[in-house]
């Protein structure tokens, strides 16, 4: 673990790319077929019964699966902090999460350069294999060849108000090498996953003041993932290499397990 550690730190010290995450909020109505029922934290954390990630990915943008050399499967890594989010449930939901690129959608090649958050929206009602309803809850995660359309630097974003997350592949390959990538990837889907659950003070409230305003739904703790600042690659150095080097998997601060404990039911 110290020598992987070390090669972690070595492959993050040469980067220069600087990339961004977080969430978007629609500039024009949502297309036709895009509502999602019960879209909200009351329904993650307080109804549902069931949730259901589904992963789609163009051809040459596939997410990374196998394992660590633990023997983890890289996709415990979200799963472990979707758990950590849903202790609190009286009646903890079960939880369906792709492990195996088998168990992943491929979809069509696009042939798109740009993506806005409309044309994922899009993508997704024509592809999306299940629809929440009251006792379960859908999420769709969208791996994808180009750019956002605002920036190229952008890894990936969360759709404000629905549970559809678009990741920009060639943003994470050139993250650094092998290793860097796959953990940089995992980080960022449980980034974006805190996002579309309601992270930071969007739809769960704070138990204590935590926001950093300044950066809209994230945390002041830079210890946490929802730190805005762990959105960019040079200050994965030590989030990442922490979370590493103590084989844990849990990536969220006190504050905002605290906010989700007293949000649900």
Known sequence: MKMIGFLLFAQISLLALLVSCGKVILESPAPDGASFLNATPTHYFQITQRVVVEVFYEAGAEPFTGTT??????????????????????TKPSL???????????????????????????????YKKGNSTESEAHFYIYFLKGNAKDSNNIIAFSINGTPVIGVFKNVITSSGGPLVQKYVEQSTLVHEMGHALGLVNNGIPMKNPHQDVDHGSHTTNTNCVMYWQNEG???LISFVQKFIST???????????????????
């Not at 050399?69 to 009286?90: C, H, T």
């Not at 492990?99 to 806005?116: F, G, R, V």
């Not at 084989?247 to 039911?265: H, R």
């Open 247 to 265: 084989n844990s998997t849990v990536m969220w601060g006190p504050e905002v397990l605290l906010d989700v404990q007293n949000f649900s039911k």
């Open 96 to 126: 369906v999460i792709p492990k195996l690129i088998t168990e992943m959608t491929a979809i069509p090649s696009q042939n798109k350069t740009t993506w806005t958050p409309e044309e994922i929206l899009a993508l997704n009602t024509t």
């Open 69 to 90: 050399v633990n023997g983890m499967p890289y996709w415990n890594i979200l799963e472990d902090n979707l758990k950590a989010l849903f202790q609190y449930r009286s």
């Open 233 to 235: 690659m040079t200050n």
